[in-house]
């Protein structure tokens, strides 16, 4: 019979972990909404990477970046109930951090505080030219930065991007091309001599 | 753009994506957990809101059905308010004795009054009579709302001291806003 093989099951063999990790983002979103931290943790796990790279490279501060992703988590925790499904769990979740690194640069702004050089996260190897890359991503304006970081490094569509920043499709189109052609000019400016 | 300009940005794309990923701190996600346990969630209660939208409707529908039974009532009252000047009138009553009346009520609203049997003479005094075909005997009174009560009262004294067998007609009063101009008009 199907159900006495069902409850004979040795208990060992029921892997949650596994189960959370296969299961789709809205899904863990609306467990995590109920109060499930453990399908929380399984989103925290799955995109701390990408929302310490769109912070890094948008506020070019290792420690900037690592308190924008830790504030937009906590932010997110707390107003996961809010989210209604109607957007990817992806887009909200880097509106939110994007909005913390677009604060961070604002506190910059006000208070002038001073850029000491160009960071280069961990794990950059500067022999080759991502060096150079990324030294020029650095001098674009942020807006510009944060089109680019957005679509080419994150991957974003253009109407995801859009939703993350807040902008419309064709703002972050513009924004894009421009940016890419400023760091084009620019790498092909440092290759010149 | 050129197919070149256009190549420069498909290889700088695909560049950014392959060089520009990094690291999330090793203890960055354990640090977010710890904080996320310390405060946990509030369960979310699903039945909350279905049973707050139900409970806001049934206090909408409760205070429109109050709203409607006082709006009845008042015009019950009024009503009946204006039969019974009306049957006071008939009898010679004073409109000073009716007024005193209403003052003493003060929530009682009167948006009309009818006083029966005004001398069309004196009523024409006025306001020039129109002709109603279809009202023979009756008129109403538009009156400003400052004027409301002297003219209500010089109806009923009209009315009171009219002589026998004198035309007369029964006019409705209506209040007017102020900046109105008093006038006779069909019912």
């Not at chain 1, 991502?130 to 030294?135: G, T």
């Not at chain 1, 679509?151 to 924004?175: F, H, N, Q, W, Y």
Request: charged content about 25%; proline content about 6%.
């Amino acid at each position: 019979m199907a159900l006495p093989r069902l409850l004979a099951a040795p208990a060992a063999t029921y892997d949650g972990r596994m189960r959370l990790q296969d299961a789709s983002d809205e899904w863990l979103a609306k467990r995590a909404a109920r109060g499930d931290a453990d399908a929380f943790e399984q989103l925290v796990l799955r995109y701390q990477d990408r929302l310490y790279t769109l912070a890094l490279r948008v506020t070019l501060s290792e420690p900037d970046a690592r308190d924008c992703v830790q504030e937009g988590l906590i932010s997110a925790w707390r107003a996961i109930d809010r989210f209604r499904g109607d957007a990817r769990f992806s887009t909200w979740i880097y509106r939110i951090v994007l909005r913390k690194a677009y604060d961070v640069l604002d506190r910059r702004k006000r208070t002038a505080e001073p850029m000491e050089e160009i960071v280069i996260a961990s794990g950059d190897r500067p022999a080759d030219d991502r060096l150079d890359l990324i030294a020029a991503l650095a001098t674009l304006e942020p807006d510009f930065r944060a089109a680019v970081v957005a679509c080419d490094i994150i991957g974003m569509s253009m109407d995801e991007a859009a939703a993350a920043l807040e902008v419309p499709a064709g703002t972050v189109k513009s924004r894009l091309h421009r940016g890419r052609s400023r760091l084009a000019a620019d790498l092909e400016a440092h290759r010149a001599p | 753009m050129t197919d070149n300009g256009h190549t420069d940005h498909d290889q700088l794309a695909r560049r950014l994506h392959d060089q520009g990923q990094a690291q999330a701190p090793p203890g960055l996600a354990g640090d977010v957990m710890r904080q996320v346990r310390a405060e946990p969630r509030r369960p979310q209660r699903a039945w909350l809101r279905p049973v707050a939208l139900c409970a806001t409707v049934a206090v909408l529908l409760l205070a429109g059905i109050a709203g409607l039974t006082r709006i009845g009532g008042s015009g019950q009252s009024s009503s009946a308010g204006s039969a019974a000047e009306t049957h006071s009138a008939a009898r010679g009553a004073t409109g000073a004795d009716k007024l005193q009346g209403q003052r003493a009520t003060p929530d009682a609203v009167v948006p009309e009054r009818r006083v029966a049997g005004v001398p069309a003479d004196k009523l024409a005094t006025l306001s020039q009579l129109p002709f109603c075909a279809a009202q023979a005997h009756s008129y109403a009174l538009r009156v400003p709302a400052d004027r409301y009560n002297s003219v209500s009262r010089q109806l009923q004294a009209w009315a009171a001291a009219r002589p026998a067998g004198a035309p007369a007609y029964d006019v409705q009063i209506r209040r007017a806003a102020a900046s109105a101009r008093l006038a006779l008009t069909c019912p």
